[in-house]
């Protein structure tokens, strides 16, 4: 047995329950409701039914869900058989007793099949259906069932079915392995793998890739350069971003735009507008949380603001402090030298200072003046006696009528 290359979705359910009841020529008998949980069997009812289960999820777009079984040419059920296995399909794929469907035979040259229509929403809660990566699964069930209901066996690849040369992967690192085998399923990197390859094999254009991979929650990022070229696409799942080179050489520019026909003048357009939504997307994050950064940044600038002022006090108490322990301890003279240099910050004469040492001929003028012994880094004082002695030493000599006890009182020996 075989399903359809593609399950389909769409957004009406008349146009499809129309088409399956519809009779033909070709058919050996006229189409009929054989299962399903449905209550009428018309087209109408049908129709009346399925809208009502969509009217409970506005929000999708598309609601319906459609799959055909066709089995090998020569092979034969009886309705009650096509039920049952009907059953066990939807069920392995995940729909609940509460998602309406209904089965259809169609009987024609060709072979018995079915057309199996059911609503994506739940009647209880309006939970939808997502069936994600259902085209392989859908081949993997069909496989199984067709063991257990003692079927012919279709060929058909097998769930661990590799892809081919032309389409390589890149493999799973060690610690991926190891997540997806504690975890019990596919990383990130693998379900957007295995989505790909699908929608490879049955999409035909660029539009119907990018929204195949966004109803299986896959967003597709274009690299578009400055010039305008498509370069690629890069894949985020999960809030997980992957760049086709990480995904493998399947997964090329090269290689897509081959397989999705990819044509600039019909194209392009969706292109480029996916990547505006994309960079506003990020740019919209970028400023909500550099928004949030100001916000966290504002109380801890106040605090620390606060920190500032109610600790000046007491390192002004501290260095009062200090200096008040240096006096008692210190000559006065050197109290200055002991507190000053933690101050000669706060005097613009120090820069200066500092300024004239680091002029070369000025150190060495200086060690010249000490040479000599005059140099002007003695005390003022000492000069100024010298002199005094040096005048009064020729009066003397020259006048008996200066006095013995002024000559005493005017030089006094250090």
Not at 269 to 289: N, P, R, Y
Not at 380 to 405: C, G, Y
């Amino acid at each position: 047995m075989k399903g359809m290359q593609k399950i389909k979705r769409g957004k009406s359910f008349a146009g499809v329950v129309l088409y399956a009841l519809k009779p033909g020529t070709h058919h050996k008998t006229d189409p009929v409701v054989i299962g399903g949980n449905m209550l009428g069997t018309s087209a109408p009812e049908l129709i009346t039914e399925f809208d009502a289960s969509a009217s409970l999820r506005a929000d999708t777009l598309k609601p319906v869900w459609h799959n055909s079984l066709r089995l090998p040419q020569g092979d034969f059920l009886t309705a009650k058989q096509w039920v049952m296995f009907a059953d066990d399909y939807m069920n392995h794929m995940g729909f609940s007793e509460t998602h309406l469907r209904c089965y259809v035979i169609h009987d024609d040259e060709a072979g018995q099949h079915i057309h199996i229509i059911a609503s994506r929403v739940d009647l209880i809660g309006g939970k939808l259906y997502l069936g994600r990566n259902e085209n392989l699964i859908s081949t993997r069930v069909i496989q199984e069932l067709e063991l257990t209901h003692g079927l012919t066996r279709t060929k058909g690849p097998s769930p661990s079915h590799s892809p081919s040369p032309a389409r390589k992967r890149k493999k799973l690192s060690r610690g991926e392995q190891q997540k997806e085998k504690r975890e019990g399923q596919p990383t990130a990197k693998t379900f957007l793998q295995n989505t790909i390859d699908e929608f490879l094999t049955s999409a035909n254009d660029i539009s119907g890739f990018v929204e195949a991979l966004a109803e299986n929650g896959i967003a597709t990022i274009p690299n578009i350069s400055s010039t305008g070229r498509m370069n690629g696409f890069s894949f985020e799942y999960a809030g997980i971003a992957f760049k086709a080179s990480q995904l493998g050489k399947a997964y090329s520019w090269a290689t897509l735009q081959e397989k999705l026909r990819y044509a600039p003048e019909r194209d392009n357009a969706l292109l480029f507008a996916l990547k505006a939504s994309t960079m506003g997307s990020i740019e919209a994050s970028d400023s909500v949380t550099e928004a949030s950064r100001e916000e966290d940044t504002k109380p801890s600038l106040a605090s620390a603001m606060t920190e500032e002022v109610t600790s000046r006090p007491s390192q002004r108490e501290h260095r009062v402090e200090t200096a008040e322990t240096c006096e008692a301890h210190t000559p006065a003279s050197n109290v200055l030298t002991a507190v000053e240099p933690a101050r000669s910050k706060d005097y613009p004469m120090t820069a200066v200072i500092k300024w004239l040492l680091s002029i070369p001929y000025l150190a060495a003028f200086a060690k010249l003046l000490k040479g000599t012994g005059k140099t002007f880094l003695h005390r003022k004082s000492s000069f100024s006696v010298i002199n005094t002695v040096r005048s009064a030493e020729p009066d003397v000599k020259t006048s008996n009528e200066i006095p013995h006890d002024f000559l005493k009182s005017s030089y006094t020996p250090n």
